[in-house]
């Protein structure tokens, strides 16, 4: 299936909202220092253990708004990155959206990518369609939406950053006046699981108390290049599992075929857990799942089937769930391998048989999971297969009492799946305001497939609705080398900004 171009999409009528004319006007005057704003902002290194650089990035962010005239201030916990927070009060406004996004990044493996990750490059069209590297614009120069700005969080999520701020560039030259109280909210450790995102909800709640709605400016638009919306997040946990054969290396021509292998006992747990067609066989797995509402299956029906599409575009002969689509299989709890280690390869493979196996189960949890019961599930399979359990390394006496010992190491960080009411007041009028926009070519999911701590604060501590709010390419190689973000999805999130900071304030009666 043919991806067309977002913005082709969106009905001609959004065009003719002031708030989209201001955003189409300032992107046509001022578009080649937009990007150089966004390739400045991607020079600073963001790994949230890199805290000199991520408080370099913290002090920017916080100075980019502070000159657009909003109160900046930095909220800081020792040994932490800043929460980069700030507001804008509108006389008389009676909502107040808090825009959230993050400003660290996944670590860089140099060896992967075809540029340096922090000295963002240009490109006349995607690398996996024959890109290549071309000049930056100069003022006044024309800018094709397919080109692609390289670099690392260039996606995830720098763009919405630089999205904001265009928006209220373009509205103050357009005299244009905010409609609503405006709160930003930048996390500075969101790749490394907000670890502090509790304490300083917690800390600084007196903020956050009179935020009507969240906007989770995280992630990509629907494959298709619709404009999507979502109304959760998949709560996330995992175990690392470590099984045990000889207790030194064995030359495998003198101890194959009588030595234990771990590479293949392990093997054959895992295939235990997981039918070839994708279903979990480990008992009640799927006996917490809380089901969807009337309300969010329609909109489930509604969204575009993607799924022939993505497997042409992945190389996917076929997938699992006998049938089931891909959104529909985003409602289920996931079971997968996300890494797995025994000896060698290549050409640093031995004849050995190895002492041990190591894999690393990652579980997506979805509403009415609890991430310590689904783990405790996994561990009650593990001795259904006849395994022992430790938790950490056998002794001798325990080697040699059971004959298959595995270690687990459980997730301590995990979270459970989060789900917000579409249908209630303080969403809907979002959902119309954005319709006004989109007409009917945005989808609205019930979850997204990722997991973010920052839903679960906000709905645990906070007590306050949030949407996904997604505007870059799903082609954008977040987390992985090469990242990027297609244009087009730049000047439409600049847009879409420039929208839902104007929201009519009697929009939820429409």
């Given at each position: ?6 913005l ?33 902002l ?7 253990s890199?805290?000199?650089n991520i408080?370099?990035?913290a ?42 996004a ?34 930056m614009?100069k ?83 629907y ?57 979990v ?9 809380e089901?969807?509402s ?7 029906a ?80 593990i ?11 056998p002794d ?14 459980r ?20 959902i ?33 609705p ?13 987390h992985?080398?090469?990242?990027n973000?297609?244009?087009g ?16 304030n ?5």
């Amino acid at each position: 299936m043919k991806v067309i171009c977002l913005l082709l999409l969106l009905p001609l009528f959004s065009f003719a909202q002031p708030s989209v004319k201001a955003s189409r006007e300032w992107i046509k005057k001022d578009g080649a220092n937009i990007l150089t704003e966004l390739k400045e902002l991607i020079s600073i290194p963001n790994h949230a253990s890199d805290l000199p650089n991520i408080q370099r990035n913290a002090e920017k962010i916080k100075k980019l708004f502070g000159d657009r005239g909003f109160e900046m201030q930095l909220l800081q916990e020792p040994g932490a990155p800043p929460i980069v927070y700030g507001e804008h009060k509108v006389k008389g406004a009676t909502r107040t959206l808090c825009f959230y996004a993050h400003y660290d990044g996944q670590p860089v493996d140099p060896s992967l990518w075809k540029l340096d990750a922090f000295n963002a490059e240009l490109y006349d069209q995607a690398m996996y369609k024959g890109g290549k590297a071309i000049p930056m614009p100069k003022a006044g120069e024309p800018i094709n939406e397919e080109w692609r700005l390289y670099g690392r969080s260039a996606s995830d999520d720098k763009a919405p950053i630089v999205a904001m701020m265009a928006a209220i560039d373009a509205l103050k030259a357009s005299k244009i006046g905010l409609t609503s109280n405006i709160k930003l909210f930048f996390d500075g450790e969101e790749e490394s699981s907000s670890p502090h995102i509790e304490t300083y909800m917690t800390k600084y709640g007196d903020l956050f108390k009179d935020i009507s709605v969240w906007l989770l400016c995280d992630g990509a638009v629907y494959q298709t290049g619709d404009p999507s919306f979502k109304f959760g997040g998949r709560g996330i946990t995992g175990v690392q599992l470590t099984v045990y054969g000889p207790s030194r290396p064995l030359h495998s021509g003198h101890y194959g075929n009588w030595a234990p292998v771990p590479g293949q006992m392990l093997a054959r747990l895992l295939t235990s857990m997981k039918a070839e067609d994708g279903t979990v066989l480990i008992d009640g797995y799927y006996d917490s799942v809380e089901p969807i509402s009337d309300f969010e299956k329609r909109q489930l029906a509604n969204a575009p089937n993607i799924d022939e599409q993505m497997k042409e575009e992945l190389g996917l002969g076929f997938t699992e769930g006998n049938g089931q689509s891909l959104n529909e299989r985003l409602l289920l709890p996931s079971l997968t391998i996300r890494g797995m280690a025994s000896g060698s390869v290549g050409d640093k493979a031995r004849n050995v048989i190895p002492t041990i196996a190591i894999a690393e189960l990652g579980m997506r949890l979805v509403k009415g999971n609890d991430p310590e019961k689904m783990m405790d599930l996994v561990e009650a399979h593990i001795r259904k297969e006849g395994w022992h359990i430790v938790y950490d390394e056998p002794d001798h006496e325990t080697r040699m009492k059971y004959p298959k010992i595995v270690k687990v190491v459980r997730d301590k960080d995990g979270f459970p799946a989060i789900k917000v009411n579409m249908d209630q007041p303080e969403i809907m009028s979002v959902i119309n305001g954005v319709k006004s926009f989109t007409g009917d070519k945005a989808v609205f999911l019930p979850s997204s497939g990722g997991s973010n701590r920052v839903n679960n604060a906000i709905y645990d501590v906070l007590k306050t609705p949030a949407i996904s709010v997604n505007m870059v390419n799903h082609d954008n190689n977040q987390h992985a080398e090469n990242e990027n973000v297609r244009i087009g999805n730049l000047w439409y999130g600049i847009d879409l900004m420039s929208v839902l900071m104007t929201l009519p304030n009697d929009i939820s009666k429409k």
